[in-house]
């Protein structure tokens, strides 16, 4: 197909010379470099592109821009397909397949067209008034037939496949928006040596000097685009960003930026991302971002064909499309004209130029090769897939239709003050562009220039981008002069607001969202009049465009019906993003296995090799068991593993455990305030079991400390908890006794850690530990700790503690050594059956002796709940006493920490089932506790759990129920000790 | 938001951790007659205005140190960052 | 006027001529037998049970800004009830139970769309924390399931169950939870209140409180002092401001909460998920939009808006999790100012100041709680007692340690 719009007389910022290829529907066109989609399709007679979002109204193309509402696209296929894609904004690559979204069965013909049929009763907010009877059918029925025809592009529903950066850029000054405003800056800036960002949403920099015919000088605005361009690249300081969209202007200067890398290719290539999101520190911004052109409502002013007069010539400047052949333009204000002057040099028909304003620059139709039409309206038009005809009331009354298939409508231009109010602040109204502009409190560090600050002629906007850099500068201190300007039109803005024609029709606002005139009067009579209300209530403004081109008019409909000014009506708040953000550019690499990073132990690889499975533990992977050829389920394993344990030897890698060194005269004492229980008196060689409080009075954190001198602790916390209690400690060393003489590191990297636990643990631990240690009991008793060393010198730290109840120790070496240790151990320990157990047996066995962790320290249990009670000093002032002794922290009827077996060994225990008394019906008022932990104990062969009971303490022997709605299950269990396995701890004095 | 630390200088405040108000500085003596109301007050009670707020921030990915950091909570603008220690002390803790 | 399909037929078919406003805007009184602090969706909810249930006469609403302008218009319209604890459980019950029959209640169609809720979870522990809790669901009436892995694919399909870091393990499925269209709420609640005779007075802030011998007399505003006996005070996150007038310091800060909306999409999502392995929730709104949210900002806040580290941390839980989301765009955030409690749970309770009455400490689960709340701070106004339901939320559990803190996070709001 020929590219019949196509405007032969040359010209435009297109590669004629190259051809490209792509289809839309199916069907394939072809279209040049520098193209978008739209100017494509428009270049090839194509002018419908989209379906409403309600009405499903036919729609072409308003804007030539990010403004758009109407042509969205479904823009590639398959795991690439990316719904709601500004045709506008989509730049043209060979091959580019796109598709019309939210229409059945197509574009054309469209099934949910009845809607606007309907529309009499499809107005603002009627789902508010109808779809409750029956109450059932509002999930049944009407809503998913809601939200079936509504929505608007598809996602593919697979993976995206393309990768997505983020990157952290700094400079002084960072320029928004690079048309006159920007380069002007960006060259002050940039001569004078600052480091400046220069971005541009667009793929061409240049603004509206791109869409103009402007002379710049003597010469074509192109020329002087081109030099500047050319000089700014060749800057060193100065960075141009085209395609990158600033999205939001953050606290303190900081703004985000989306680079679009690869959108305009068929597909990223290799290694690179799709996008990037930069976040930008930049010291000084100024927002050039330009203006937005408004439409006026008129009936039916939504037909594809219909644009904005600045798009239209924009179309044939830049691209060489005309939207048809021959066109009509509707206007308040002198820029209308010229569209119609650009329109007309390049040969297209212009019918006439329908001027609001009686008052409207005359002319002769003879003269200026138009005809011009004042204090006329547009009062409809026709044509179903596109426009036909225009109807017009002229000053005189009377009617007239013009045929034209393409019509220009300005209303005026809104300065993009977007950014300007993402702080908070709220624009200011200026009646002599009848537009707001921005107003006091900008974000610090922000100031406007050009079009984005009301100043519309192109020498005014040079003139302010220039002084606007200069001030920035100075600001930093930094002298400059402004940058030699072109000379260039400074033509006034004249203007006389005009924002609807009355009348019958349906005049739109929100074409997207299809909120038309008539829905704000009904919203206005409803008594939803401040600008909030007006756009919850009738869905102004949240469609995809944000209403750019929609909010204005809209609130000035308001002012006219409440009779107030227009800045009274109030504004919006515009909020970042400036433009949509793809999600995947916001989560960058963090997705997938990529999510969080991994923290792997020192014995990781050992285990790998060993085939062990893994599990999360925060960011830790651990090995939660290691499976041996044959074992059929992880819960042989585990059990295999506990048996090893309990009857020779394990070894389990703690690594994970928090590890904080402790220095200083004041160590001890430092340790007595942040442990509930004693500490001072700690002797040297020894380790002590902490309980740690928050300052609320409930348990932050259990582990131990070890005295390994005077003035050197080593405190263990659990592995969840190790960066929090670290922080808790610096809190309290730095906030509250700044003057202790005590100082923290963490070491929990710097150390690997192994358990060696079982009956022959002190066998295997003298084959590994230097002989100058005596590893005696009597020397080297339960709770002693010493620094040692190991495998023939290898400085090393022992701990005689216990988790699993066993004879046991904690061996910690420098991380590097940690999977020689690893090696060794399990070479040594060859003939006592040594075996590795993982994270499941190490839960088994500590439930097996009682000792609280994760599931029972949970943030709402108190020492008297874990029976540590009598733990918490009453002698010593240490964070959390005085809170914890509130009683009602315990719950209304004590919990107690218990052990549970079930009456039948044969019944399963599970973790979270309820605790009740037996006969007590299922009721939540009967529920006395939970069950918090529950394994399979070998030891005991059956089922055991922990859990907390209402006066739990006094209730060993009883029968009670555990009762899990959930899974159907009510098991019988008998209430005893918490310590399954060796209560009086014989074993592990041993 | 960046903070500008007192020994580093501007650092983003994604490094760093939020505590609350400053005043969590002033622990009361938990071996006081009055402690249980004073510690009710101290750990629960807020001022929480609306405009000058100072409030400590640790930086964890960072240097360590706890800041005591005056910002406007309406306009989230920084007036100043102190070392909290400095604070303690000037508010009269020690050992 | 009722509200029903044949209204907006015969309005269609007549211009539209008869629609009224949706509430009276009436200038104010000089007295009032209770004011209502806050026009948002718990004040309105208040005013309305106040003069329905309890048949309070001379109800005023007094609103700084515009009705529904506050939390109740900026959240992510999640309403649930599957809270762990005792204290909380039985009031999100009988919220649950409300919002169920809301829209008969109010003849206003708040879209209340009960299409489930499923917390995810990804490790051991969390699922047993689940299993407590959905038994104690079971235990309140609330109904809950436990899915597994294979469960939850067969229901979400799209999620990352192939290369994720944490992995999906199982759920916890809420079938009664659901969304229910946030603005519509406030605006039901101003419509059927004002059909009871309540005066909703917007722009009118509360500058002062009159309180004479510990007994409330009435307020200063910026339209001049108005008489009350009783005044309740519903206003989210300006509860500290608006009880300093009284004297009164609160165990709250005030914290910034984002949300966010993605373009419009044909459905995708069919029910609302949460991750556990990050901060993210997430549903599909009726016009297609994924509304999604995550964590509080974290700093003590009154801007209304939150900064990007946030925005990307949220997204990166949403991209962890389905994948597939990655060519949709954001396209709008906003950011609520959350009343955020020492214990998470909120404050529903007489003050020292006698007829003065303080409703707040929501932190970012208001939206939900909406109904329940007008219901039994309207209780509390009207009976000076406080509802059986909402017993637990008194000032008084930080001095004897009736703490309700579902997370177990302690005193430190922004845990919360």
């Not at chain 1, 006794?737 to 003298?766: C, F, K």
Request: charged share 20%; aromatic share 8%.
């Amino acid at each position: 197909m020929s590219q019949i719009n196509r405007i032969n007389s040359g010209g435009g910022l297109i590669d004629r010379s190259k051809t490209l290829s792509f289809t839309f529907d199916g069907r394939t066109y072809q279209g040049h470099p520098g193209d978008t989609l739209a100017s494509a399709l428009l270049a090839n007679g194509v002018r419908l592109m989209g379906r409403s979002f309600k009405y499903h109204r036919p729609r072409g193309p308003l804007s030539a821009g990010s403004e758009e509402p109407n042509a969205l696209v479904e823009l590639r296929a398959g795991a690439r397909r990316e719904p709601n894609t500004r045709a506008t904004t989509a730049e043209l690559f060979d091959g580019l397949q796109a598709d019309s979204q939210n229409r059945w069965p197509s574009l054309r013909f469209d099934a949910l067209a009845i809607n606007d049929r309907l529309s009499n009763f499809l107005t603002a907010g009627f789902y508010y008034k109808t779809f409750m009877w029956p109450r059932a059918f509002w999930e049944k029925v009407y809503e998913p037939t809601i939200r079936h025809a509504a929505g608007l592009g598809r996602l593919s529903m697979q993976d995206d496949p393309d990768a997505y950066d983020k990157g952290f850029l700094h400079c002084d000054l960072l320029i928004v928006g690079a048309g006159p405003a920007g380069l002007a800056a960006a060259l002050t800036a940039g001569r004078a040596g600052a480091q400046v960002i220069l971005a541009d949403e667009d793929f061409r920099l240049g603004g509206r000097l791109n869409a103009e015919t402007f002379t710049l000088d003597d010469g074509p605005a192109s020329d002087w685009v081109a030099a500047t361009l050319a000089e700014l690249a060749a800057m060193p300081n100065l960075r141009l960003m085209a395609r990158t969209t600033v999205v939001g202007a953050f606290d303190h200067g900081v703004y985000g930026a989306v680079e679009r890398v690869a959108d305009h290719l068929p597909e990223p290539e290799v290694d690179k991302p799709r996008q990037i999101l930069w976040r930008v520190y930049a010291r000084r911004a100024l927002l050039c971002a330009g203006a937005t052109e408004r439409p006026i409502a008129f009936a039916n002013n939504d037909r594809p064909g219909i644009l904005q007069a600045g798009a239209l010539r924009a179309y044939a400047n830049r691209w060489g499309a005309a939207v048809a052949r021959r066109v009509a333009v509707f206007t308040n204000n002198d820029d209308g004209h010229r569209t119609a002057r650009d329109l007309l040099t390049l040969g297209l028909d212009v019918a006439a130029v329908i001027d609001t304003r009686p008052d409207a620059p005359p002319g002769a139709p003879q003269a200026i090769g138009y005809e011009v039409l004042p204090g006329a309206q547009v009062i409809d038009t026709a044509g179903r897939l596109g426009l036909s005809d225009v109807t017009v009331r002229t000053a005189d009354g009377g009617m007239r239709t013009i045929s034209c298939g393409a019509l220009g409508v300005s209303g005026g231009w809104n300065p993009a003050v977007h950014m300007t109010c993402h702080q908070g602040a709220r624009p200011r109204w200026e009646e002599s562009i009848a537009a707001f502009v921005p107003g006091a409190d900008l974000p610090p560090g922000l100031s406007v220039a050009g079009a984005a600050s009301g100043t519309f002629s192109t020498a005014g906007a040079l003139r302010e981008g220039a002084a606007g850099a200069v001030a920035a500068l100075a600001d930093l201190g930094i002298d400059c002069q402004p940058a030699a300007l072109p000379r260039a039109e400074d033509a006034p803005v004249t203007i006389t607001a005009f924002w609807h024609v009355n009348g019958k029709g349906r005049a739109w606002l929100d074409q997207q969202n299809d909120v038309t005139v008539k829905d704000v009067k009904l919203a206005h009579q409803e008594g939803f009049r401040s600008v909030e209300h007006l756009k919850r209530y009738t869905t102004l403004g949240m469609a995809t465009d944000q209403g750019k081109t929609a909010n204005m008019g809209a609130l000035a409909i308001m002012a006219e019906l409440t009779g107030k000014p227009i800045p009274e009506v109030g504004t919006t708040m515009f909020r970042p993003p400036y433009t949509p953000v793809s999600l995947g550019t916001l989560a960058g690499r963090s997705r997938d296995e990529d999510f969080r990073p991994r923290r792997l132990t020192p014995s990781h690889r050992w285990a790998e090799e060993q085939g062990a499975v893994f599990v999360e533990v925060g960011n830790w992977m651990r090995a939660q068991y290691f499976p041996r050829p044959g074992e059929t389920h992880w819960r042989q394993t585990v059990d295999r593993e506990v048996r090893a344990t309990r009857s020779a030897v394990g070894v389990c890698d703690v690594t994970t455990l928090g590890k904080i060194d402790v220095q200083g005269t004041d160590a001890a004492t430092f340790l007595n305030r942040i442990y509930c229980n004693a500490f001072a008196k700690l002797a040297v060689g020894k380790v002590r079991y902490g309980l740690m409080l928050r300052e609320d009075g409930i348990a932050k954190d259990d582990g131990t400390a070890a005295r390994l001198a005077e003035d050197h602790f080593v405190v263990t916390t659990t592995t969840a908890n190790a960066v929090t209690v670290f922080r808790h400690m610096e809190f309290c060393r730095q906030c509250l006794w700044p003057d202790l003489d005590v100082q923290l590191i963490s070491t929990t990297e710097a150390w690997a850690q192994y358990s060696v636990a079982g009956p022959r643990a002190r066998a295997l631990l003298g084959r590994i530990v230097d002989p100058a240690t005596d590893l005696s009991n009597e020397a080297f008793p339960f709770m002693a700790c010493a620094e040692v060393t190991v495998c023939g010198g290898l400085r090393a730290r022992l701990f005689r503690i216990s988790f699993s109840g066993e004879l046991a120790y904690e061996i910690a070496v420098p991380t590097r050594y940690g999977d020689a240790l690893m090696r060794a151990l399990m070479t040594a320990g060859e003939d006592f059956g040594v075996t590795a157990y993982g994270t499941e047996a190490l839960g088994v066995l500590r439930i097996e002796k009682g000792h609280p962790a994760g599931n029972e320290l949970n943030g709402q249990t108190t020492a008297r709940m874990l029976g540590m009670g009598s733990m918490v000093s009453a002698k010593k002032d240490s964070i959390g006493t005085v809170l914890s002794r509130r009683e009602d922290l315990d719950g209304p009827e004590p919990l107690r920490l218990v052990g549970l077996r079930p009456v039948n060994a044969a019944d399963p225990l599970v973790a979270g089932a309820h605790l009740m008394a037996q006969g007590a019906p299922l009721a939540a008022g009967n529920s006395q506790g939970w069950v918090t932990s529950a394994a399979f104990s070998p030891h005991v062969g059956s089922a055991i759990a922990l859990g907390f009971l209402a006066l739990g303490d006094s209730r060993k022997g009883e029968i009670i129920r555990a009762v899990n709605p959930l899974g159907g299950t009510d098991v019988a269990v008998e209430v005893v000790s918490p310590h399954f396995v060796d209560p009086e701890g014989e074993k592990l004095r041993a | 938001m960046i903070i500008p630390h007192p020994l580093l200088g501007p650092r983003d405040a994604q490094e760093f951790v939020y505590l609350g108000d400053a005043c969590l500085i002033d622990r009361p003596d938990g071996m006081a007659e009055d402690s249980a109301d004073a510690f009710h007050d101290y750990v629960y009670m807020r001022d929480n205005p609306a405009g000058e707020h100072r409030e400590l921030w640790y930086h964890e990915q960072g240097d360590r140190s706890w800041l005591v950091v005056t910002r406007d909570t309406v306009t989230h603008r920084i007036l100043r960052a102190e070392l909290a220690s400095d604070i303690a002390r000037q508010r009269g803790r020690g050992r | 006027m009722r509200y029903s399909i044949f209204q907006v037929l015969k309005e269609g078919l007549t211009g539209h001529r008869g629609w009224r406003p949706v509430w009276r805007e009436p200038t104010p009184q000089a007295e009032y037998d209770t004011i209502i602090i806050g026009g948002g969706g718990h004040g309105l909810a208040t005013a309305y049970t106040l003069a329905k249930v309890y048949g309070g006469k001379r109800i005023a609403v007094l609103e700084k800004g515009w009705i529904g302008g506050g939390n109740v218009g900026r959240n992510t319209t999640i309403v649930r009830a599957n809270y762990l604890l005792d204290g909380n459980q039985p009031f999100y019950e009988l919220s649950l139970k409300l919002w169920e029959g809301l829209e008969q209640d109010l003849n206003y169609n708040t879209m209340v769309s009960q299409r489930g809720i499923l917390n995810l979870y990804h490790s051991d522990a969390q699922r047993d924390a689940y299993r407590r809790r959905g038994n104690a669901m079971m235990l309140h009436g609330s109904g809950a399931e436990l899915l597994d892995r294979e469960q939850v694919r067969e229901m979400l399909p799209f999620l990352n169950f192939d290369n994720a870091r944490f992995p999906v393990r199982g759920g916890l499925l809420h079938r009664r939870g659901g969304t229910v269209r946030h603005d519509a709420v406030a605006w039901g609640y101003a419509r059927a209140a004002a059909a009871l005779g309540v005066d909703i007075i917007q722009n009118c802030a509360v500058t002062g409180m009159t309180i004479e011998n510990g007994r409330i007399k009435g307020i200063e505003t910026t339209r001049g002092p108005i008489r009350a006996a009783k005044v309740g005070c519903a206003v989210a996150g300006n509860s500290s401001r608006v009880m300093a007038m009284a004297g009164m310091r609160l165990p709250v800060e005030s914290h910034v909460l984002q949300a966010f909306v993605t373009e419009g999409l044909k459905p995708v999502i069919p029910n609302v998920i949460t991750f556990g392995a990050g901060h993210f929730y997430v549903s599909q709104s009726d016009k297609g939009g994924l509304v999604f949210g995550g964590d509080i900002d974290g700093y003590n806040s009154y801007a209304q808006r939150g900064n990007l580290p946030v925005i990307e941390d949220v997204v990166e839980g949403g991209m962890a999790l389905m994948p597939m989301i990655g060519r949709t765009r954001l396209l709008r955030g906003w950011g609520g100012l959350v009343d955020m409690s020492m214990d998470g749970s909120p404050i529903i309770d007489r003050t020292p100041i006698k007829g003065l009455y303080f409703n707040g400490g929501w932190c970012y689960g208001g939206f939900k709680a909406t109904p329940a709340s007008g219901h039994v701070f309207a209780h509390l106004l009207a009976t000076d007692t406080p509802h059986p339901t909402a017993e637990a939320y008194r000032f008084d559990r930080f001095r004897t340690g009736r703490l309700i803190d579902e997370k177990g996070v302690g005193a430190q709001p922004n845990l919360h």
